[in-house]
């Protein structure tokens, strides 16, 4: 690919994309302030300003320039919201300090065709910013409960300690009152006795399933497939409220079993999905030269398949997992007292006696599902480098 060599661009343009910035971090600002209109208009202008005169005044100095927005915003920050605002401030000074010139001076192109219209790299561009926006929107419920969960006060709330970094504000007693109750302790043994054999039985039947529905000889594919992944489509409590009935006419239902098969019901469909992407590369070949060397089907599938399929059985196997170790509306319907969950837990926690200690443990599964997720992808990564999808 063709070297775009970076060229200079006008302050304006510069300070207009820095302004478009400013409007967006503005908008929280301003919200969390109690007036969003006011932050991203006070935004838009502050930053086209600053960048405008920084362009302008200091295109040499790029260096020095840089410095003296993390100075300027580290300050102001620490003025109007003490060590959390100056934090803040040093962030949004190396963001905009970065930014600002990285625009001004063209390097924005180095990395894209030199042919693309500027209609093209706004979108580019655009497209990856709507993208993060999304991202922040979406992750920022999650990272709130984190830093919550180490209060030291039985609040839900940052309190003023928290807000001013005071060590005295932060505390591990939630975690504590999860590791030493018992009402905690009994909900986390149900969770850790009922999610593996779930999903266990999830990927043995939705492995056969996928293998199954994989050959083309098997008649109305489509709709057993559809049938299958149900699951996943179909409102959680209309799934829950019929294996109720379901569960109560064959003695199933407050029942450890009935738990079991409830939340491998509801895993099966992930395992499907996984598996049957992966068998999407699978070289049939390879099955047909081991029938003709003399292995039958069980030592073909142990040897030939179950080797190459194996990342996407174990991709598989982790979202059955997360799903019934985080499940809390069908457990409600088919369990009982004796198979409260950790969720259940901390639904009863949330409904009958509020405790922080419900973020200590959200906390911890959000650890957990974070650690799943990323063998996920590396399992992925694994699977196309066996299937020659990717190069390295």
């Known amino acids: 690919m063709a070297v775009t060599i970076a060229k200079p661009t006008s302050a304006t343009f510069a300070a207009g994309c820095a302004a478009g910035f400013g409007a967006f971090?503005?908008?929280?600002?301003?919200?969390?302030?109690?007036s969003g209109p006011l932050g991203v208009i006070a935004g838009a202008v502050l930053m086209f300003v600053l960048s405008f005169l920084a362009?302008?005044?200091?295109?040499?100095?790029?260096?020095?320039?840089?410095?003296?927005?993390?100075?300027?915003?580290?300050?102001?920050?620490?003025?109007?919201?003490?060590?959390?605002?100056?934090?803040?401030?040093?962030?949004?000074?190396?963001?905009?300090?970065?930014?600002?010139?990285?625009?001004?001076?063209?390097?924005?192109?180095?990395?894209?065709?030199?042919?693309?219209?500027?209609?093209?790299?706004?979108?580019h561009y655009a497209f990856r910013t709507i993208v993060g926006a999304i991202l922040v929107f979406l992750i920022t419920p999650i990272l709130v409960v984190i830093p919550l969960s180490f209060n030291a006060e039985n609040f839900f709330t940052f309190t003023p300690a928290m807000l001013h970094f005071d060590p005295a504000g932060y505390s591990l007693k939630h975690y504590r009152d999860?590791?030493?109750?018992?009402?905690?302790?009994?909900?986390?043994?149900?969770?850790?006795?009922?999610?593996?054999?779930?999903t266990i039985l999830a990927v043995g039947f939705g492995t056969l399933a996928a293998i199954g529905l994989s050959q083309p000889h098997v008649p109305f594919r489509q709709?057993?497939?559809?049938?299958?992944?149900?699951?996943?489509?179909?409102?959680?409590?209309?799934?829950?409220?019929?294996?109720y009935f379901f569960y109560s006419r064959i003695g199933l239902q407050g029942t450890y079993w009935g738990v079991v098969l409830?939340?491998?019901?509801?895993?099966?469909p992930f395992v499907i999905i996984t598996v049957t992407a992966t068998?999407?590369?699978?070289?049939?070949?390879l099955v047909r030269a081991a029938a003709n060397m003399g292995a039958n089907p069980v030592t073909t599938f142990f040897k030939v398949q179950m080797p190459l399929i194996l990342p996407g059985v174990i991709s598989g196997a982790l979202f059955a997992f997360i799903t019934s170790f985080d499940e809390v509306v069908?457990?409600?319907?088919?369990?009982?007292?004796g198979q409260k969950t950790l969720p259940w837990q901390m639904f009863t926690g949330l409904r009958e006696q509020i405790s922080p200690t419900i973020l200590a443990v959200a906390t911890i599964l959000v650890a957990i599902s974070i650690l799943l997720l990323t063998t996920v992808e590396l399992l992925r990564r694994r699977s196309e480098k066996?299937?020659?999808?990717s190069p390295s």
């Open 25 to 34: 971090f503005g908008l929280f600002i301003g919200t969390a302030s109690g």
């Open 262 to 268: 409830a939340h491998a019901a509801l895993g099966i």
């Open 55 to 123: 362009v302008q005044t200091m295109r040499g100095q790029e260096k020095t320039a840089k410095w003296a927005f993390l100075v300027l915003f580290t300050v102001a920050g620490a003025l109007f919201s003490g060590i959390p605002g100056a934090v803040l401030g040093l962030l949004f000074g190396y963001f905009f300090g970065h930014v600002t010139f990285w625009l001004a001076s063209g390097r924005y192109r180095t990395a894209l065709p030199p042919y693309l219209t500027p209609g093209q790299v706004l979108w």
């Open 223 to 243: 709709w057993i497939m559809a049938i299958l992944i149900s699951p996943m489509i179909v409102p959680l409590i209309i799934s829950a409220a019929g294996m």
């Open 386 to 389: 066996l299937r020659g999808m």
């Open 330 to 337: 069908v457990v409600l319907f088919v369990g009982s007292a």
């Open 178 to 198: 999860f590791f030493t109750s018992s009402d905690w302790q009994g909900a986390l043994w149900n969770s850790v006795r009922i999610a593996p054999v779930a």
């Open 279 to 285: 068998l999407v590369g699978f070289d049939r070949s």
